[in-house]
């Protein structure tokens, strides 16, 4: 009898091309755990995750739905797909599921997370998982700015080409910036947060808002470019992408 799954998984994505299969490379997330996942059942499985990550972006709380063609003791599943795949993916959990779930449009929010660090010398443990910028930065403009995307706002000027959604409207419910002191005894600089929560991201929608920020605190952008972007969107980037590396995707609640 066939079962449908939910496993919530992370992955550094470092050596990866994101998360979702593509016909040119094998080094996808989706990929790999949907290999596992057939090794396990003895058949083809297929997979629906919690939306796309862009090439080495990484996330710490990842859904992915599936149907098996028969169950198997949750934590017996947990066990056999981490001895199945890369260190760098690990699944934390299996939930057995009764009802069907759209693993994209039935989630109410989700969160990302941006680290990066000022400092003028990055340490070598940071390059994969923390954007270095090496400039002063004005924090609390950048401040100023985050709060800017909070609500629904048209983000035809935050996105990248290479999805083709209904509708470029997301509503933001929180956009902030905190320093974080914290140095793992010495592998990571002090360094800061970003953290934006929404209905939905578009494709590279955090990236970009995240390179406006930089701009803005640089000096380089004011904020009233950023509202005319958000209040009278004409589809042209404002500021650079910013770098996949220190991107995570945080949290989905469903």
Request: glycine share 6%; net charge positive.
């Amino acid at each position: 009898m066939k079962k449908k799954y939910k496993l919530i998984i992370a992955f550094d994505g470092s050596s990866f091309h994101g998360w979702q299969k593509q016909k040119n490379t094998t080094l996808t997330i989706q990929g790999l755990v949907e290999k596992a996942l057939s090794e396990i059942f003895k058949e083809k499985i297929y997979t629906q995750g919690s939306g796309r990550t862009d090439a080495k972006v990484h996330s710490i709380n990842h859904h992915v739905v599936f149907e098996a063609p028969f169950s198997i003791e949750t934590q017996n599943l947990v066990r056999a797909l981490n001895s199945h795949l890369p260190k760098t993916i690990r699944c934390y959990s299996v939930d057995s599921l009764e009802n069907d779930l759209i693993a994209t449009s039935d989630a109410k929010y989700r969160r990302y997370q941006y680290l990066f660090s000022t400092e003028e010398i990055a340490t070598p443990f940071q390059e994969k998982l923390m954007t270095h910028i090496p400039y002063p930065l004005d924090i609390e403009k950048m401040r100023q700015a985050s709060e800017l995307f909070v609500g629904a706002h048209d983000f035809r000027c935050f996105m990248t080409q290479g999805s083709d959604p209904k509708s470029t409207k997301r509503e933001v419910f929180s956009s902030r910036i905190t320093e974080c002191s914290e140095t793992f005894h010495g592998l990571f600089p002090e360094h800061y947060l970003f953290e934006i929560e929404a209905t939905g991201f578009l494709k590279q929608m955090v990236r970009l808002i995240f390179g406006a920020l930089v701009e803005v605190g640089k000096g380089r952008l004011e904020l009233e470019r950023i509202q005319q972007a958000l209040k009278n969107p004409n589809g042209e980037h404002i500021a650079p992408c910013a770098p996949p590396e220190g991107l995570y995707k945080a949290f989905v609640k469903y």
